[in-house]
């Protein structure tokens, strides 16, 4: 063990997710050689990320401002609604420039297994979303596992006295791999949802 | 050191024919687990570090960047846990087969604390059927949870239980009886066969033959209006027949029940579970009563 800063740095970094004792210790000693101009834009970096970020008022993205960016972008399409589990889901959809509307993150998925129902994610504020009647369509776009699927069927029987066209992203092959590898639950899915080839 | 090492792996490195056999599905036998393969390795490396078995997955947790921990109720091996490799990447070649309600065929090898899975064919499918609806899926997750809670041991076979979980998991997937009605029964008799069964028609203190009016779930069931404790609650006749037709798997009575006596019968249940278990389920709270 070592003394005093040196240890208390190891054992923060420590708790950081995938950063076991060992790379904990690697990260410190780098940090002890570093230059301190490198250590202190570190510092400010993560000092600014607590102070600065927090939750958009709307959609509950993350972000710097009352509401996030894509929130207060008067090009997108105010009708639409992707419902995702995270924030990071958003990124993952934004870079394929497929969907111009907004975004409401839930903040979770319904796991009544580890104690999370209804109540524990961002489902009222949705709701409240929906009650305008500016939109038409609300995209589910939750993790394609057994608790975003769960998660799904609960938000679509919310919604369906609402007059609102609910879609769930599709789910089949991914692009690139090889259909023998493919489980049966997917493929079958591949086929329930295959389309017409306009050719 | 390197000698201990070598102690270490010894078991895993499989002379090249040996590994043929286990690596190809089709030399698997479905219930001999590759005997004649495996039964000449037991003879060169001392242990079978290879097992097949049939199992259900209980709960799945996230591991490391793309990795799953499934828990999983096993017909020969009772509750173990193992680890799914690169599972969450979306191009996993049995990503959808380890989710939680699966019936699966898996190939697995020993680990030093968590087993590996290595290959996984899907039995049936439930978790696509339950999930779809959402009164399914919260009475199908109290299921898991239950049989989870009730195998303290890990790697203890228990095969009346996994038995029971199947057979509980085909009724909510095939919609034929009412989700929370499923769920009564399977606590009731996954208690019974682990050694909690409630005292139904006769008294649990006395013996005296019944019907009684009341239920006290520190007595162990029913109990006579003489012996009965403080905390004791007053039950409906048509409560007491409903329990001992979803214990019994009448289901002829159980499905006439109304559902007010229903409400009755899962609250007793919910409660003689859970102090029987001295802890409270997670998903219990979450089941959705029609």
């Known amino acids: 063990m070592y003394e005093g800063a040196v240890q208390d740095l190891i054992d923060e970094l420590g708790?950081?997710?995938?950063?076991?004792?060992?790379?904990?210790?690697?990260?410190?000693?780098?940090?002890?050689?570093?230059?301190?101009?490198?250590?202190?834009?570190?510092?400010?970096?993560?000092?600014?990320?607590?102070?600065?970020?927090?939750?958009?008022?709307?959609?509950?993205?993350?972000?710097?401002?009352e509401q996030c960016k894509i929130c207060r972008d008067p090009r997108r399409d105010v009708a639409v609604i992707c419902v995702v589990e995270e924030p990071k889901d958003v990124v993952a959809i934004e870079k394929t420039r497929e969907f111009h509307g907004r975004y409401h993150v839930l903040g979770g998925a319904i796991s009544p297994i580890e104690g999370i129902g209804p109540d524990d994610l961002r489902i009222r504020e949705l709701m409240s979303r929906l009650a305008d009647d500016t939109i038409t369509e609300l995209i589910l776009a939750t993790d394609p596992n057994l608790e975003g699927e769960a998660t799904a069927t609960y938000l679509a029987r919310l919604v369906k006295p609402m007059n609102i066209r609910v879609t769930r992203l599709a789910s089949g092959l991914p692009v690139g791999g090889d259909l023998e590898y493919a489980d049966e639950v997917t493929l079958g899915r591949a086929f329930e949802g295959r389309r017409l080839l306009d050719v | 050191m390197r000698r201990r090492l070598r102690r270490r792996f010894e078991p895993y490195i499989l002379p090249r024919q040996n590994r043929a056999i286990c690596e190809d599905p089709a030399r698997l036998g479905k219930d001999g687990a590759a005997a004649t393969g495996l039964m000449s390795l037991r003879g060169e490396?001392?242990?079978?570090?290879?097992?097949?078995?049939?199992?259900?997955?209980?709960?799945?947790?996230?591991?490391?960047?793309?990795?799953?921990?499934?828990?999983?109720?096993?017909?020969?091996?009772?509750?173990?846990?193992?680890?799914?490799?690169?599972?969450?990447?979306?191009?996993?070649?049995?990503?959808?087969?380890?989710?939680?309600?699966?019936?699966?065929d898996l190939l697995m090898y020993e680990g030093r604390e968590l087993d590996v899975v290595t290959q996984a064919e899907t039995i049936e499918p439930y978790g696509e059927r339950i999930a779809s609806d959402y009164g399914r899926y919260t009475a199908g997750t109290a299921v898991l949870e239950t049989a989870e809670r009730l195998t303290a041991e890990e790697r203890e076979p228990s095969l009346r239980l996994f038995l029971l979980v199947v057979g509980a998991l085909r009724a909510l997937a095939e919609e034929t009886h009412t989700p929370s009605l499923v769920l009564d029964a399977f606590i009731l008799r996954a208690m019974s066969i682990s050694g909690y069964e409630p005292a139904l028609d006769s008294c649990s203190r006395c013996g005296a033959v019944g019907p009684h009016r009341f239920f006290a779930v520190a007595a162990g069931g029913m109990v006579c209006a003489e012996h009965r404790p403080g905390g004791a609650v007053t039950v409906s006749p048509a409560a007491t027949a409903l329990l001992v037709a979803l214990l019994d798997g009448d289901w002829?009575?159980?499905?006439?029940?109304?559902?007010?006596?229903?409400?009755?019968?899962?609250?007793?249940?919910?409660?003689?579970?859970?102090?029987?278990?001295?802890?409270?389920?997670?998903?219990?709270?979450?089941?959705?009563?029609g």
Do not use: M
């Open chain 1, 15 to 65: 708790r950081l997710p995938g950063v076991g004792p060992k790379s904990a210790q690697r990260i410190a000693f780098h940090l002890l050689a570093a230059d301190p101009v490198d250590v202190r834009r570190l510092v400010t970096a993560l000092t600014e990320v607590k102070e600065r970020v927090r939750f958009c008022s709307v959609c509950g993205n993350v972000t710097e401002e």
């Open chain 2, 45 to 104: 490396n001392g242990r079978v570090p290879l097992y097949r078995d049939e199992a259900v997955v209980l709960r799945t947790q996230k591991l490391g960047e793309a990795d799953r921990i499934v828990t999983l109720l096993t017909r020969r091996h009772g509750r173990v846990r193992a680890v799914a490799k690169g599972v969450r990447r979306t191009a996993s070649r049995f990503g959808a087969r380890v989710e939680p309600f699966s019936h699966v």
């Open chain 2, 252 to 289: 002829t009575v159980a499905d006439a029940g109304e559902p007010r006596t229903q409400r009755e019968v899962s609250g007793l249940v919910a409660a003689y579970l859970q102090w029987q278990l001295e802890r409270g389920l997670r998903s219990l709270r979450l089941v959705e009563r």
